[in-house]
């Protein structure tokens, strides 16, 4: 039995202070506010549920930093920032996806996720032939997972075609590729992968796009794990919407919701590109909105109307997508300030009785749970332990409680007032830093340093 202390925590009942959480196993087993600091408890500042952070592609971190400069085309966007990663892609080797992975798993914890729902698309060798074995690339996403302990649901990916109109692969896209069938085999083998890890890894299924998935392999990928987290891009660029208005003749929400059963289990990617009336639509369908506001900023992408969604009822979570920054409170921030400036207003999200801060987290807490498949996204009796403390003895948390402290967090301080953080009751982070944080930073450090100079 573990025992955490905090001077306040936000339970799913509100707020509360003096509170013992005891974790036996990965779940909390008992919470009692009011308590005196039981013998070798940890004591800690605030304590909050941990979002899982909903949607990565791993591999794009060692890129950071590097796609900055305009490019030959004058209208520098998303699809001349995926040529360069194509180029980036093809000299990862599996020892390079793992040791990046792990560094970015760590970034992770650190900054707050409790858990790192992996959209793992690069399964094949250079040039698109198979490694001897076909999971070698899952393989490697776990192993990262060992090093870190970070809670884990991987999303192998299915992409089929360049295109809407079904054309090839291209050179960049080579190493994603299978057809149904090969896809099946590549599931069994990450499954396997995944079982020397913790009983609260997962594994869940994801057809890249709309764009990128025929309307037979989108049926195959749904039916082949039914009870699995299911996440799938959608309506990122105005481009794919012309795409599939031309080839299907619908918006992508619109197809997707009038041709595949939208429910709980499904997470949708970036949705920056809908009307009022598919917004309405995937609000209603209790799906996550998976949203990724600083890789959205950085491609251009636009701005999710999360004012009417929320306003909708609609559940959404963050991810930090290409891990050009893997910084939690900036995801929020970023988001509600995204809708500050679009609709000229202030605390766009904020409901009477709760603060924007608080909005923020819950929602962040809760939808990203749901689509990672984890019995989390609340301090509650019998859900995973996913923790995380802040420090609030800083001079932007000193005296801050409650509504005001998540506020602070969010849009005055950083994710380094995290002092803590607890994965299904692991404790990895302490005084803000991860168990392993030398080890695997000289191991990404040295990948990336032999990447940028091959």
Sequence with gaps: ????????????????????VSIEGDRIAGI???????????????????????HSHAFQRAMAGLTE??????????WTWRQLMYRFLDQLTPDDVEAITAFVQMQMLEAG????????????????????????????????????????????????????????????????????DRFARLVEGAGAALRALPADTRLGIAPH?????????LAAAIALRPDAPLHMHLAEQVAEVEELLAHRGARPVEWLMDNAAVDARWCLIHCTQMEPNETTALARSGAVAGLCPITE?????????????????GVWGIGSDSN?????????????????????????????GKSTGRVLFEAAAQGGAQAAGRDAGRIETGRLADLVALDCTGPDMAGRRGDT???????????????????????????????????????????????RQG
């Design 405 to 451: 402290a998540l506020d602070s967090y969010i849009f005055a301080g950083d994710d380094r007032i995290i002092s803590d953080l607890w994965s299904a009751g692991r404790h990895l982070v302490h005084e803000g830093r991860h168990a392993r944080h030398e080890a695997i930073t000289a191991a990404y450090v040295a990948t990336v340093t032999r990447l």
């Design 113 to 180: 996720y409790a858990a790192n729902v992996e959209f793992h698309y690069l399964h094949h060798r250079p040039g698109g032939a198979g490694y001897d074995n076909i999971a070698e690339m899952s393989e490697r996403v776990a192993a990262a997972t060992v090093h870190t302990g970070i809670g884990l649901t991987l999303l192998p990916v299915l992409y089929e075609f360049g295109g809407c109109d079904r054309r090839a692969l291209g050179p960049g896209q080579i190493r994603f590729g299978n057809d149904p």
């Design 297 to 313: 900023s950085s491609l251009g992408d636009g701005i999710f109307d999360g004012v009417s969604y929320a306003a909708q009822g």
């Design 324 to 352: 050009i920054r893997i910084a939690l409170a900036e995801e929020l921030r970023t988001l509600d300030y995204s809708q500050r400036l679009r609709d000229r207003s202030r605390a766009a999200l904020a409901l009477p």
């Design 69 to 78: 400069t305009r490019g030959p085309d004058p209208r520098d966007s998303f």
């Design 32 to 54: 009692t506010p009011g308590s005196a600091t039981p013998a070798g408890a940890q004591r800690v500042g605030l304590l909050l549920p941990a979002p899982s952070n909903l």
């Design 209 to 217: 796009s709309l764009r990128a998935v025929s309307p037979e392999g």
């Design 1 to 20: 039995m573990t025992a955490i202390w905090a001077e306040q925590a936000l339970l799913a009942t509100g707020w509360a202070e003096d509170v013992t």
